[in-house]
């Protein structure tokens, strides 16, 4: 498959996170169907043309064999996110990392192309929204921040965004936040309950999916 332009592919290690436990959901959200395929494949399949090897994140046990990917498993259980993101970071022989949470289907190629076309010298983490509004499960990440990670983990800072300096008086050097197109606030939500689900359902139904404006904002 033809690699995408921007951030070299071999540069960058690709990983879906569905480590989740998905009570809120009632089932497995990652085996939703959207479209003809799981959300889980849809973030795989998102991810695969621009990076050069996708792995999953999937907590404390490996999930999903029959997709014939490599699961990469947190280093402690029951740490969240950021426990994957810990181990992603020490396991990746990369040094960027791009991950994408399965319950955000709303993404397509134009958000990722945003993402790696961002990058300039000296960044370290590129997000889209702002420090009271991120979004770090669709984001670059570069593993030289793996330190801050480990650090957040040591001391008991479990929030995603707690390496990110989002609660310090300003924000560390090496994070660049992208901005999204005015009017495309649901890109990134969130499928947490049964009711986030039909009315995702009905928005793409209506063909209404918001990704489009992405790629506008980098050029």
Same mark, same amino acid.
């Given at each position: 498959?033809?690699?995408?332009?921007?951030?070299?592919? $071999?540069?960058?290690?690709?990983?879906?996170?569905?480590? #989740?436990?998905?009570?809120?959901?009632?089932?497995?959200?990652?085996? %939703?169907?959207?479209?003809?395929? /799981?959300?889980?494949?849809?973030?795989?399949?998102?991810?695969?043309?621009?990076?050069?090897?996708?792995?999953?994140?999937?907590?404390?046990?490996?999930?999903? #064999?029959?997709?014939?990917? *490599?699961?990469?498993?947190?280093?402690?259980?029951?740490?969240?996110?950021?426990?994957?993101?810990?181990?992603?970071?020490?396991? /990746?022989?990369?040094?960027? &990392?791009?991950? &994408?949470?399965?319950?955000?289907?709303? %993404? /397509?190629?134009?958000?990722?192309? #945003?993402?790696?076309? $961002?990058?300039?010298?000296? *960044?370290?983490?590129?997000?889209?929204?702002?420090?009271?509004?991120?979004?770090?499960?669709?984001?670059?990440?570069?593993? *030289?921040? %793996?330190?801050?990670?480990?650090?957040?983990?040591?001391?008991?800072?479990?929030?995603?965004?707690?390496?990110?300096?989002?609660?310090?008086?300003?924000?560390?050097?090496?994070?660049?936040?992208?901005?999204?197109?005015?009017?495309?606030? *649901?890109?990134?939500?969130?499928?947490?309950?049964?009711?986030?689900?039909?009315?995702?359902?009905?928005?793409?139904?209506?063909?209404?999916?918001?990704?489009?404006?992405?790629?506008?904002?980098?050029?």
């Amino acid at each position: 498959m033809e690699k995408a332009p921007g951030l070299a592919a $071999a540069e960058v290690t690709g990983v879906v996170f569905c480590g #989740g436990m998905s009570r809120r959901m009632g089932e497995d959200k990652a085996l %939703l169907i959207h479209r003809g395929k /799981s959300l889980l494949q849809h973030a795989h399949d998102l991810l695969e043309p621009h990076v050069g090897r996708v792995f999953l994140s999937t907590g404390s046990e490996e999930r999903y #064999g029959d997709m014939g990917l *490599d699961c990469i498993l947190d280093a402690e259980p029951g740490m969240g996110p950021i426990g994957g993101l810990q181990a992603v970071l020490r396991h /990746s022989s990369t040094p960027w &990392v791009l991950i &994408v949470a399965c319950d955000l289907p709303a %993404l /397509s190629a134009d958000s990722i192309r #945003g993402l790696l076309r $961002a990058v300039e010298v000296g *960044d370290r983490a590129i997000l889209y929204g702002t420090p009271e509004t991120p979004e770090p499960l669709f984001a670059l990440y570069h593993k *030289d921040w %793996l330190a801050r990670v480990d650090a957040a983990v040591q001391s008991g800072r479990r929030r995603m965004t707690s390496f990110l300096g989002t609660d310090e008086p300003s924000n560390p050097d090496g994070v660049r936040w992208l901005p999204l197109p005015e009017g495309f606030t *649901d890109l990134f939500a969130n499928l947490n309950h049964p009711e986030d689900w039909h009315k995702f359902q009905g928005t793409t139904e209506s063909g209404n999916t918001p990704d489009e404006a992405i790629e506008d904002t980098q050029s």
